[in-house]
C-alpha cells in the first residue's frame, strides 16, 4: 500500500461558520444531527471507492422531495422532505460515495455501523481532534439509513448468502446435520475491523498509482455472503471466489478474492492480505468472525426462499417439500377458522349458528380481517419464489375430518420424526423426562410461515414494486401459536385479537412496535403503514384489517415522526363521559335512550347528519397520539380509535334482498333507539337491544364501533332482517 495516506480535511468548511453552508445547517438541525458529522462524512467521501451504479442508486433513493400521499385523517403526508441529511449529501459526488457506503452499513447494527465509520475517519483525518464521536455518527445513520433502506445491498447478500449455500449442497463429505448447521450461518456480518480494512484497502485499488496488485480474503461461507457483496457494490464486480476443496465458483478478472474455508461450526479467523506489485504481502487484519446476522428490506420472493431455507433446509428436503405442499392448504384453512376476539369478548357467533338462522333471502357473515383468496395466492407465489408467468397456487380446502398432518408429506415427515422423537407422546409412555415433541416443533415453523404469508397479506402497497420486507425481524407470537392450534387440530383455548394480527404485520416491515394495543400507524425503512379503515372511514365486512402501505415517512408540520398511537387517556375501556360520577348521582344517563313503544314502527334513517367526527392529535415528542371525537355532543366524546377495528371484526353484518328503506312494527317492545357514544342499552333486560340510527352516514358508524361493542351492521338489508339477527346472536344493538 502506498506510504500516503488519502486524508480528508475540514479547513476549508470549518475556518469560520461563514464556510459552512446553509443548507448543512438545516439538514442537521432537520435531522438532530451534529454539523460535524455531517460535513466530516461528506469530506471523507471523496476517499471511498464506490461504483457508478451504487452512486447512482443511493443518489436516486435520497435526492427524492415529492409527496406519496396526504393523510387526510392525521393532517399529515407521507413522503421525503428535500433539506434532510440524506438529500443535502445527494447534492455533492462526494457525498453520494458516502451515501454509497452507509448503505452497506445500514445492513449492520446501527452502533457497530458507527463504531466502523468513526474508525474509518480517525484513520484518514488530516485532524484527529475535528473526528466526530461515534454516538454523533450513529445519529447521522440513523437519519439516513431510512432513504437507503431500498437501495438492494441487503437483497444482493441475502442472494450471496443463497448461492453459496446451494453451492454447498454440492459439496462432498458435508453430512445432513452438518449442512442444516451452515445453512443458518450464510447470513453472518462482517466483523467490524475486516471491515474497516477492506474498505481502506479497495480505496487503494480504485486509485490511479497505487502499488496495490490484489486483495485476498479468507473466511468461512458464514461471513462471505456480505463480503461478497460488499466487494460488489464497491468496485461494481463480485470477487473471484474458491471454495475450501479448490474449485473456483465465480472467476472474472477481479482484483479481490475470497478463499473459502471449511466451517465447523465455531469462530473462525477471518484474514485479508495485500498483495502488491512487488511481490510483497501485507496482512491488513486477522479477526475472530461475527456472530450477527446481517438485515434489510428485500423483495417478498427473496425473504420467502430465505426462511424456507433456514426452517427447512434445501429445496429436496423432504421437510422443505412438505412445507411448500402444506402451505395452501394451511393458508385457507387458517383465513376460514381462526376466531378473532378481544380477551375479554363476551361470547361469540359461530359459522354453525349463522347457517341455521340463513333464510334464502337473507346473509349474515362475521367480519372478516384476512385478505380475499385470490389475494393471500398472490403472496404465496411470490413468497415461494415462483416465477411470473406461473400461476398462482389454490387455497385448497381439506377434505371434512382431514388436518394438515394428514397430507402426504406432511405424514411421510412425521412418520420419520417419531421413529426418534424423545417426547412422552411419540414414544407412549409418561415414565421419560418430558421434552419437546420434534413434530410439533416442525408444525410450528409451518405455522411461522403461514403467519408471515397472511400478514403480508394484509398490506396493500401503492408502490408498484411492491411491498418489501425486513429480513432479520422476529415475527413470532401469539399469531402464530394460533395458528399452530387450528393446523394440529387441537383447540388450546388460545386467544387471537387484533393486535396479535398486527404485531407480525407491523414488524415484518422492520417497524418498532413498543405496544401493539396502542399502535395506529408507523413509518420506518421508507414504508409508512396504517389502517385502510381509518382512511376511508367506510365499514365493510371484508378485508377489515387491510393496511396501507404507502413509500416514504410520516410528517406532521415540519417534523418526521416514527409512529402514531392512542393517547393514554383512551386506552382503558371506562370512558371519562361514561359512569361518571354526575350520572350516577342523578340517575339521568348522558345520553339519551328512548324505548320504543307498543306498535310504534320503526324506521331506517341517519339521525346524526349534522354531527362531524374529529380526529384529535397531540403530537408528543417521539409520535404522535390520536383519538376520535364528536364535538357536536356537549359531553365531548373521545373514543380509541382501535377500537373501531376491534368491534369491527366481531360483528356481524348483514344482507338481504327486501326494501333496505321498509319500515316495520316489532312484535315486541325491548327495542332502544340510543346514540353513538354509548350504543348498548342500558335496560335490565337482557332481551332488550338497541338501534343507532345512522344509515349510510359512515364516519358515525365508525365512531360508533369505536366505544368497543361490536354488534349487528345493517349492509344492504332492511331493518327487520337486523332486528331478527340481534335477537338471535349475543349482540345488543343495531348499527342502522
Keep these: 500500500m502506498s506510504t500516503l495516506t488519502p486524508q480528508w480535511n475540514l479547513d476549508r468548511t470549518t475556518n469560520d461558520l461563514i464556510g459552512i453552508s446553509r443548507g448543512i445547517l438545516e439538514a442537521a438541525t432537520s435531522d438532530n444531527v451534529q454539523v460535524l458529522a455531517l460535513i466530516a462524512c461528506e469530506s471523507f467521501g471523496t476517499n471511498i471507492a464506490m461504483s457508478q451504479e451504487s452512486c447512482h442508486k443511493a443518489y436516486l433513493l435520497c435526492s427524492r422531495s415529492h409527496e406519496s400521499t396526504v393523510i387526510s385523517f392525521l393532517k399529515a403526508k407521507i413522503g421525503y422532505r428535500d433539506g434532510d441529511c440524506g438529500w443535502q449529501l445527494s447534492q455533492s459526488h462526494a457525498g453520494v460515495r458516502f451515501l454509497g457506503l452507509a448503505a452497506c452499513f445500514s445492513t449492520l447494527d446501527s452502533w457497530n455501523a458507527a463504531v466502523i465509520l468513526h474508525n474509518l475517519l480517525y484513520l484518514t483525518a488530516a485532524d484527529k481532534k475535528l473526528v466526530p464521536t461515534t454516538q454523533h455518527l450513529k445519529q447521522l445513520m440513523m437519519a439516513v439509513e431510512d432513504r437507503l433502506a431500498k437501495s438492494g445491498f441487503s437483497e444482493s447478500a441475502l442472494g450471496w448468502a443463497t448461492i453459496l449455500s446451494k453451492e454447498m449442497e454440492t459439496q462432498a463429505g458435508i453430512e445432513g446435520p452438518q449442512l442444516s448447521m451452515q445453512q443458518k450461518k450464510f447470513t453472518m456480518a462482517a466483523p467490524n475491523k475486516a471491515i474497516v480494512e477492506l474498505t481502506q484497502a479497495m480505496s487503494c485499488l480504485a486509485r490511479v498509482g497505487e502499488e496495490t496488485r490484489r486483495i485476498e480474503i479468507t473466511t468461512t461461507s458464514d461471513n462471505a455472503a456480505w463480503f461478497i457483496a460488499f466487494v460488489k457494490w464497491c468496485l461494481g464486480a463480485p470477487p473471484t471466489i474458491v471454495s475450501y476443496n479448490g474449485r473456483t465458483l465465480a472467476e472474472n478478472a477481479s482484483q479481490v478474492i475470497i ?21 510483497n504481502i501485507k496482512n491488513l487484519v486477522r479477526d475472530v468472525s461475527s456472530n450477527s446476522e446481517f438485515k434489510g428490506l428485500v423483495r417478498v420472493g427473496v425473504y420467502g426462499q430465505a426462511m424456507l431455507r433456514q426452517l427447512f433446509g434445501p429445496a429436496d428436503d423432504l421437510r422443505h417439500r ?115 415433541c420434534k413434530f410439533d416443533a416442525f408444525l410450528f415453523d409451518v405455522s411461522y410461515c403461514v403467519a408471515d404469508i397472511l400478514a403480508l397479506s394484509l398490506l396493500n402497497p401503492v408502490d408498484p414494486d411492491g411491498v418489501q420486507v425486513y429480513f432479520g425481524s422476529y415475527t413470532r407470537g401469539q399469531f402464530s401459536s394460533c395458528i399452530q392450534s387450528i393446523l394440529s387440530g387441537k383447540d388450546k383455548g388460545l386467544v387471537c385479537s387484533i393486535s396479535d394480527i398486527i404485531e407480525p404485520a407491523v414488524k415484518i416491515l422492520g417497524h418498532e412496535l413498543s405496544d401493539k394495543y396502542t399502535w395506529v400507524m408507523s413509518s420506518r425503512y421508507d414504508q409508512t403503514v396504517y389502517p385502510r379503515l381509518f382512511s376511508t372511514q367506510t365499514i365493510q365486512s371484508e378485508e377489515i384489517l387491510t393496511l396501507e402501505c404507502v413509500p416514504g415517512s410520516l410528517i406532521w408540520g415540519d417534523k418526521r415522526y416514527s409512529s402514531a398511537v392512542v393517547g393514554p387517556k383512551y386506552r382503558s375501556w371506562d370512558f371519562e363521559d361514561e359512569d361518571s360520577d354526575s350520572e350516577s348521582a342523578t340517575g339521568v344517563m348522558l345520553y339519551e335512550q328512548t324505548k320504543l313503544g307498543d306498535g310504534e314502527a320503526l324506521h331506517p334513517k341517519d339521525s346524526f347528519s349534522g354531527y362531524e367526527m374529529k380526529w384529535q392529535l397531540d403530537p408528543r415528542e417521539a409520535n404522535i397520539e390520536v383519538a376520535l371525537s364528536l364535538r357536536k355532543f356537549s359531553t365531548l366524546p373521545e373514543r380509541n380509535p382501535r377500537y373501531a377495528l376491534e368491534s369491527a371484526a366481531e360483528s356481524l353484518y348483514v344482507n338481504c334482498t327486501h326494501d333496505r328503506m321498509a319500515s316495520f312494527t316489532p312484535r315486541n317492545s325491548n327495542i332502544y333507539i340510543t346514540q353513538p357514544p354509548d350504543p348498548r342499552p342500558h335496560s335490565s333486560d337482557r332481551d332488550s337491544i338497541a338501534v343507532v340510527h345512522t344509515d349510510r352516514n359512515e364516519q358515525i358508524r365508525l365512531f360508533t364501533l369505536a366505544s368497543g361493542r361490536p354488534g349487528v351492521i345493517r349492509m344492504d338489508s332492511c331493518l327487520e332482517c337486523c332486528v331478527k339477527y340481534c335477537h338471535l346472536s349475543s349482540l345488543r344493538f343495531v348499527l342502522c
Excluded at 272 to 278: G, M, S, V
Excluded at 372 to 382: A, C, N, R, V
Design 322 to 436: 412438505a412445507c411448500v405442499q402444506a402451505l395452501p392448504y394451511a393458508c385457507g384453512q387458517v383465513r376460514q377458522n381462526l376466531v378473532v376476539r378481544r380477551e375479554w369478548s363476551i361470547g361469540n357467533i359461530s359459522t354453525v349458528n349463522l347457517d341455521q338462522w340463513g333464510s334464502p333471502d337473507t346473509t349474515a357473515t362475521k367480519g372478516q380481517v384476512f385478505a380475499s383468496f385470490e389475494k393471500i395466492g398472490q403472496i404465496l407465489h411470490d413468497y415461494l419464489g415462483h416465477s411470473p408467468d406461473e400461476p398462482n397456487p389454490p387455497l385448497t380446502e381439506l377434505s371434512s375430518g382431514m388436518i394438515i398432518a394428514d397430507l402426504p408429506l406432511m405424514s411421510l415427515v412425521k412418520s420419520r420424526m417419531f421413529q426418534d422423537c424423545p417426547c412422552r407422546s411419540c414414544q407412549n409412555t409418561t415414565t421419560k423426562a418430558i421434552t419437546s
Design 259 to 279: 478463499r473459502l474455508i471449511e466451517s465447523t461450526g465455531k469462530s473462525h479467523e477471518v484474514r485479508i492480505d495485500l498483495h502488491e506489485y512487488t511481490g
